[in-house]
RNA sequence: GCGGUAUUGGUGAAGUUUGGUUAACACACCGGAUUGUGGUUCCGGCACGCGUGGGUUCGAGUCCCACAUACCGCCCCA
């Protein structure tokens, strides 16, 4: 019986492993820029931080989590997002405290896990890389989320881009919202799709996100949730659109727009691609938004939130579909040729020299003729090849060619082995 | 959770329509072409075997069933 790995869940090689360094580098980068600093949180929180900041009724807390009770009888779960075990953090370390700045800028990266059907780019361990900003209700910090979102993707090397926005409002806006959509709703139940009859009372706002053609056409002439901000709601909206426009960001007002996660209000935002490797036209590769009482939920005073998160798997088959050029990494400085069991000890000796000069060194270690470890660097892209025989050995001499010029020189022993650097400059 | 398609070596795969006796071809890899210098060329090697387990049959990679996994669509999510 052969081992497989888990349904949804990948290995991630080498080859494939340093593109994901390279794209985590370049977030660690950006992120520094607007001085957002790095969380890790566990990979696992106790149940209830998920099920009272998601929703009990969300599909993610009732089918899609990976939830069990240890053996000392706590239900944990599996992170299905990032944003909670954040605030559980955020709330438990007491980081709203005067000492700390705010707002208070951090950012994770890492697996979360889904129990869903997997598809491409959806898999049950999947990775994320969020932010949040906590401790400010300034429309103002959410366009330096998105800005940063933005900016993000620009380094990635993705074109193309569209910034979809709209908001949620407050409470009293969402309340008056809902009932005036069930109004709308309400009379053309018969004719709505299955799913959206059961979405109707139980979310009506996800009906608008619906699928199926009939009810696009009922969504529509759908009463807008713009119509229904009340002051402050739409101040900060204004407020946003405003920021944005003088930092040249371009974007859609999408009043369908919604979230699945209940936590959201006032400002949300998707940041979608037209690519073909996700899907027909555009698709959303990252969203965010700002969810004020998240915190205070999860039992820490009222602060605000913002934040947004994107999904690697995702970000990747879109970097890759695009052509983006991922750095090459595997440089190697030098590959040393032993000849005859005589030259063991003095090769691994001279690679270790190498090493320890701050080039990347490597040997044979499969005992193989000249021939076939000549190859072996050649394949390797060696910058120096050096062979060392027993006619090296008898006068402490160590053979070096440049595999680019074809260069080549006699070098003493100790030279390599004390500046190799030295030695290469006299061949080139 | 529902529906569809697929699963052959290290890789890409042919073969499955019309079940028949040595599983094509290519790439990669390994070895060799007179002794210690590569990228070309030539020669040779490389599946106890067709996802797993059952079944039908004189005979199955080819037919049937179950399971697993991947991909696509739905739910969901983004």
Redesign the pocket.
């Known amino acids: ?2 081992y ?7 290995d991630i090689l080498p080859g494939d492993s340093q593109h994901w360094q390279y794209v985590e580098s370049v977030a660690r980068q950006v992120f520094s820029k607007y001085r957002f600093e790095e969380i890790r949180t566990p990979l696992f929180e106790n149940f209830e931080v998920f099920s009272r900041t998601s929703g009990d009724t ?3 807390v009732t ?2 989590m990976y939830d069990f009770k240890d053996k000392g009888d706590r239900h944990i779960s599996l992170r299905p ?1 990032g944003t909670a075990g954040v605030v559980r953090a955020f709330v438990e370390n007491k980081l709203y405290g005067p000492e700390v700045q705010k707002p208070f800028k951090t950012y994770y990266m890492g697996q979360m896990y ?1 129990y ?9 361990e999947f990775h994320q890389i969020g932010v949040e900003a906590f401790g400010s209700d300034e429309p103002a910090l959410d366009v330096e989320v998105i800005a940063m979102g933005m900016d993000l993707f620009k380094h990635f090397g993705i074109s193309n881009l569209r910034l979809a926005i709209n908001t949620l409002g407050d409470k009293e806006t969402r309340d008056n919202y809902r009932q005036a959509l069930i109004d709308y709703l309400e009379p053309h139940f018969d004719e709505l ?1 299955k ?1 959206s009859q ?2 109707l009372h139980k ?1 009506p706002l ?1 009906v608008l ?4 053609e009939e009810d696009q056409k009922f969504v529509a002439n759908a009463p807008s949730i713009l119509d229904y901000l009340t002051a402050d709601a739409k101040q900060h909206f204004e407020r946003v659109k405003q920021l944005l426009d003088a930092l040249g960001i371009d974007y859609v007002v999408d009043s369908t727009m919604v ?3 209940d936590y959201y209000n006032h400002t949300i935002f ?1 940041v979608m691609v037209n690519s073909k490797a996700l ?2 036209g555009y ?6 938004g700002r969810y004020n009482g998240l915190v205070k939920e999860l039992g820490g005073p009222e602060v605000s939130g913002v934040g ?4 690697m798997e ?1 970000l990747l088959l879109l970097m890759e579909s695009e052509g983006v050029e991922f750095p090459e990494e595997h440089h190697l400085d030098a590959y040393v ?1 032993g ?2 069991d005589a030259a063991d000890t003095v090769t691994l000796k001279v690679v270790q020299a190498l090493r320890q000069q701050d080039f990347s060194a490597d040997r044979d270690y ?1 005992a ?5 470890q ?6 390797l ?2 910058a120096y ?1 050096l ?6 050995i008898a006068v402490s001499t160590i ?1 070096v ?1 440049n ?2 010029s ?1 260069n ?1 020189v006699s070098a003493p022993l100790n030279d390599v082995i004390n500046d190799f650097a030295g030695v290469i400059k006299g061949i080139d």
């Open positions: 019986m052969r497989q790995r888990p349904k949804g869940t990948a969300s599909d993610i089918k899609e997002e889904r869903e059907r997997p598809q491409s780019g959806r898999q049950r799709s799913d059961v979405r979310n996800r996100d619906s699928k199926d979230r699945g996660l998707e899907g027909h698709t959303t590769v990252c969203a965010g947004f998160g994107l999904g995702r040729v000849i005859s499969l193989r003729k000249p021939k076939a000549f190859k072996t660097a050649d394949r892209n060696a090849t062979t060392i025989g027993e006619a090296e053979h060619k595999m680019v074809g080549e």
